[in-house]
């Protein structure tokens, strides 16, 4: 016996001196990789993506089935819930809003006041703060800062407690060379996007200016109790932040856009051709003009929940770090009996592979010195809704704690031997950790346009200043469509990534150092 303590003693010491020199010597199990089944990881796609889950929409009573399935699936590998998760559920709220009686738009140019009228010059954005805000508007462009494309219309100005005015979708839309992704929208032409990215600048107040080249005078306005008749579900779901995670945000039609960008001497158009001529920033304080914006929505609110299990570090001091494995569960939900959005590969293949890489952690008596935390996001295809709430409202740890995100979406298609994998650029540690995992995976990684970050849930965690890793298999034809079913999925090319992601999180885990997050310029 005392022999057998000896060898176990000195294999421990072996490991830890490894760990000493850095992380490119930390071994990786073989037991926690030989534990990850294809078979297995088949089978939760198969009762995910079923037709009796009716495409795992947010929020649905299928896809709180699909949650309990998960957690229980959590706790048979032993991991634990987080007390303020309890039963393995963060919970969270989603709203659907309608307009409040109290709307008011006024603008004060060089000390003269001039008062504009609901539908007619501006409508209140769904997301919008109930409060009412006087403060300085700068335009800031597009409202983009897209380090990965050279392009930030927030380089040249302050916009700490002022209201910012940008316009919609993004530079050079139409254009098929465009560094945006050609004619394909990326991320950073979304509103929630644009939204955030000026809470991120310390704005107060959001204006958002539709295009000059759509020929509009009034705003888009989605609002039923201003229009007729109205479309079933107009309004979108958002998500239930605290009100000190907001700001006013409003639409405005062209007579309002005019006499703000009147102040520049130029035009709207003219700007908007200038920025998509040369991708060139034209942001500016509008000086002498000041808006007062009162917003007042109210809403009903609905639940939902994401999945959470928890492993505990072993290291007294490290264990108080946390790395994240996530994915998200939901998809787009049914239209009818007939029309089911299964979404096998988006994103069945990722929650399953935080499935599998909770059983690979679980299946070793040897733990990792930080601890690690599964999650499988609600809401990711309504705006990333579970994430957000997790990294900007209510994280179960504190969020600076928090050392990296591995995150998997997608991961089921293509290839049977490539991954694209984002990330590595942002945190060239994290690139390397990945480059070694796969020393005995022999996966080709794809790390082309690594410095794009991609949009999935890893997105509410790198605002947070959190490195991340991405894992995709990339698009196809039945990207959001009731073709993406689980017959098509690649079963080993699932278990393939989930092995590279737990061997990446094993080091990750027992890093001398944590990972560093670098600013891409």
């Given at each position: 016996?005392?022999?057998?303590?000896?060898?176990?003693?000195?294999?421990?010491?072996?490991?830890?001196?490894?760990?000493?020199?850095?992380?490119?010597?930390?071994?990786?199990?073989?037991?926690?990789?030989?534990?990850?089944?294809?078979?297995?990881?088949?089978?939760?796609?198969?009762?995910?993506?079923?037709?009796?889950?009716?495409?795992?929409?947010?929020?649905?009573?299928?896809?709180?089935?699909?949650?309990?399935?998960i957690a229980n699936y959590f706790?048979?590998?032993?991991?634990?819930?987080?007390?303020?998760?309890?039963?393995?559920?963060?919970?969270?709220?989603?709203?659907?809003?309608?307009?409040?009686?109290?709307?008011?738009?006024?603008?004060?140019?060089?000390?003269?006041?001039?008062?504009?009228?609901?539908?007619?010059?501006?409508?209140?954005?769904?997301?919008?703060?109930?409060?009412?805000?006087?403060?300085?508007?700068?335009?800031?462009?597009?409202?983009?800062?897209?380090?990965?494309?050279?392009?930030?219309?927030?380089?040249?100005?302050?916009?700490?407690?002022?209201?910012?005015?940008?316009?919609?979708?993004?530079?050079?839309?139409?254009?098929?060379?465009?560094?945006?992704?050609?004619?394909?929208?990326?991320?950073?032409?979304?509103?929630?996007?644009?939204?955030?990215?000026?809470?991120?600048?310390?704005?107060?107040?959001?204006?958002?200016?539709?295009?000059?080249?759509?020929?509009?005078?009034?705003?888009?306005?989605?609002?039923?109790?201003?229009?007729?008749?109205?479309?079933?579900?107009?309004?979108?779901?958002?998500?239930?932040?605290?009100?000190?995670?907001?700001?006013?945000?409003?639409?405005?039609?062209?007579?309002?856009?005019?006499?703000?960008?009147?102040?520049?001497?130029?035009?709207?158009?003219?700007?908007?051709?200038?920025?998509?001529?040369?991708?060139?920033?034209?942001?500016?304080?509008?000086?002498?003009?000041?808006?007062?914006?009162?917003?007042?929505?109210?809403?009903?609110?609905?639940?939902?929940?994401?999945?959470?299990?928890?492993?505990?570090?072993?290291?007294?001091?490290?264990?108080?770090?946390?790395?994240?494995?996530?994915?998200?569960?939901?998809?787009?939900?049914?239209?009818?009996?007939?029309?089911?959005?299964?979404?096998?590969?988006?994103?069945?293949?990722?929650?399953?592979?935080?499935?599998?890489?909770?059983?690979?952690?679980?299946?070793?008596?040897?733990?990792?010195?930080?601890?690690?935390?599964?999650?499988?996001?609600?809401?990711?295809?309504?705006?990333?809704?579970?994430?957000?709430?997790?990294?900007?409202?209510?994280?179960?740890?504190?969020?600076?704690?928090?050392?990296?995100?591995?995150?998997?979406?997608?991961?089921?298609?293509?290839?049977?031997?490539?991954?694209?994998?984002?990330?590595?650029?942002?945190?060239?540690?994290?690139?390397?950790?990945?480059?070694?995992?796969?020393?005995?995976?022999?996966?080709?990684?794809?790390?082309?346009?690594?410095?794009?970050?991609?949009?999935?849930?890893?997105?509410?965690?790198?605002?947070k200043s959190i490195p991340f890793?991405?894992?995709?298999?990339?698009?196809?034809?039945?990207?959001?469509?009731?073709?993406?079913?689980?017959?098509?999925?690649?079963?080993?090319?699932?278990?393939?990534?989930?092995?590279?992601?737990?061997?990446?999180?094993?080091?990750?885990?027992?890093?001398?150092?944590?990972?560093?997050?670098?600013?891409?310029?």
């Open positions: 016996m005392n022999k057998i303590k000896r060898i176990v003693s000195i294999i421990f010491v072996i490991f830890i001196v490894s760990i000493q020199f850095g992380f490119s010597q930390i071994l990786v199990p073989q037991k926690g990789m030989d534990a990850i089944s294809a078979e297995e990881m088949l089978s939760h796609v198969a009762y995910l993506a079923s037709d009796e889950m009716r495409g795992r929409d947010t929020p649905s009573p299928e896809l709180d089935q699909c949650a309990k399935y706790r048979s590998m032993g991991l634990e819930y987080v007390s303020s998760a309890k039963d393995n559920y963060q919970n969270f709220s989603l709203l659907k809003t309608r307009l409040a009686p109290e709307q008011k738009f006024s603008m004060t140019i060089n000390g003269v006041e001039k008062t504009y009228q609901i539908k007619e010059d501006f409508v209140p954005l769904h997301l919008a703060a109930n409060r009412t805000v006087t403060a300085p508007v700068v335009f800031a462009g597009y409202g983009i800062s897209a380090p990965e494309y050279k392009y930030n219309d927030y380089e040249s100005i302050d916009a700490k407690g002022k209201i910012v005015l940008a316009f919609t979708s993004e530079p050079q839309e139409k254009d098929s060379t465009s560094v945006f992704n050609g004619i394909k929208e990326t991320d950073h032409s979304k509103l929630n996007d644009k939204v955030l990215n000026a809470i991120d600048h310390g704005a107060v107040g959001f204006i958002y200016v539709t295009n000059p080249n759509s020929r509009f005078r009034r705003p888009p306005n989605a609002w039923p109790s201003l229009m007729k008749s109205a479309p079933e579900d107009a309004i979108p779901l958002t998500l239930g932040e605290k009100e000190e995670n907001k700001i006013v945000a409003v639409r405005i039609g062209k007579q309002l856009a005019d006499d703000l960008i009147s102040a520049s001497g130029k035009t709207m158009e003219e700007i908007h051709q200038a920025i998509d001529n040369d991708l060139k920033s034209r942001s500016m304080d509008l000086s002498g003009i000041t808006a007062s914006i009162t917003t007042s929505l109210e809403c009903d609110s609905f639940k939902t929940q994401n999945v959470v299990a928890f492993l505990e570090g072993s290291d007294p001091n490290l264990k108080h770090e946390i790395v994240v494995i996530g994915g998200h569960y939901d998809h787009l939900g049914a239209r009818n009996d007939t029309t089911i959005y299964n979404g096998a590969d988006d994103n069945a293949s990722g929650t399953a592979g935080v499935m599998a890489v909770a059983k690979a952690f679980t299946s070793m008596k040897q733990r990792p010195l930080r601890s690690i935390l599964f999650m499988c996001f609600a809401g990711e295809e309504k705006g990333l809704f579970g994430a957000r709430y997790y990294a900007g409202t209510d994280p179960l740890f504190p969020i600076e704690k928090t050392v990296a995100m591995l995150n998997m979406d997608m991961i089921g298609r293509n290839d049977t031997s490539a991954v694209s994998v984002y990330g590595g650029t942002r945190s060239p540690d994290l690139k390397t950790v990945v480059m070694k995992a796969n020393e005995k995976i022999n996966l080709k990684l794809d790390f082309n346009d690594d410095s794009r970050v991609g949009g999935s849930d890893h997105v509410p965690f790198f605002r890793l991405f894992f995709n298999t990339g698009m196809h034809a039945d990207y959001h469509q009731p073709t993406d079913t689980v017959e098509k999925i690649n079963p080993e090319k699932m278990a393939q990534i989930a092995r590279i992601v737990f061997a990446s999180a094993w080091q990750v885990a027992n890093m001398e150092e944590k990972p560093k997050l670098v600013e891409i310029k």
